[in-house]
């Protein structure tokens, strides 16, 4: 297990504010999770190994009946409804029936429910506590390990993983203005080492409009193909906070543009309503 080296961990956890425990299931993660199980699904139609590397895991698994959840009450509006629904399209069964197993799966938990006894699932995360409870939530699976250490940093160091093939979730809260450019410069790092890589990346939509920045970068920087999927709850000047929720995918899977922009029109008449925008760049 790679260690946070040179941080002491009070500085660490002084530093990031975020825990997602307050804000777990709500719409943005609906959104991402479900385009990540798509991309899952798509790693898993071939036999060769993969391997998922999390650069932002969080805690791994979530009780949303705790005080934090309950506090925010963002579930109710994401997860709460999605699992309120009747039939689900075909897409988003496998989501559907990740959920269906108790606690609430962050993302580590989603990759680990989806990918095969033969695949990998690299989860890092910074915040010593919320590793702390990643390690003890995710315990017990040898095709997990754990790493407690910078996410841009360790993205481009643990690239290329030895089964060539898989995909790195890119999911940091933004707390740090910069995250906007190093996301984008880290990738592309990240990608001249590991030219087949798919890259997750998520990125929150908010009236200061900072992801334009992320997403100029990710368009300078010359990929041969990225879809872009957002899911706009409200107008971006409608009010304050978060209006809606965006997932770039650089070097995307074969159809991952079509699903997306199925689920995409799906959650748009589902009961949850918005609009989703779906757009492509590349070389
Ligand atoms: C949005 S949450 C991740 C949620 C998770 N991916 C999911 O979908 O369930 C972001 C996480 O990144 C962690 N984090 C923030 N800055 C980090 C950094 N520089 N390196 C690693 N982890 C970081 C935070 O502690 C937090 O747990």
Redesign the pocket.
Known sequence: MAQCQGLAPFFVAFM?S???RY??GNFA?VH??LL?SRVLCALNRKPAPYCVI???????V?DLRAEEAVKGGEAADGVARFLGLGDVPLLAQEYRAALGEGSY??????ARRLMRDVDRLVA????PA?YETLRATMRGDARVHFHR??????LVALVPPVEKRGVA?I???Y??KD?YRSVPAAVAKAHARWRGGVYFI?YPLLPEMRHEMLLESLEDAGFAEVVVSEWHRRAPDSGRGLYGSGVAVVNPPFRFADEAAELGAWLETAGFGGTHLLRRFGR
């Open positions: 990031l975020y825990l997602h804000h777990a993660d991402k999770h990540l999390d650069t932002h895991a969080g805690e791994g979530y799966p962050g993302s580590p938990a989603l890092v995360e910074l915040h919320t250490r910078d996410a841009m940093e360790a979730v999911d940091p809260a707390e740090v995250e998520w």
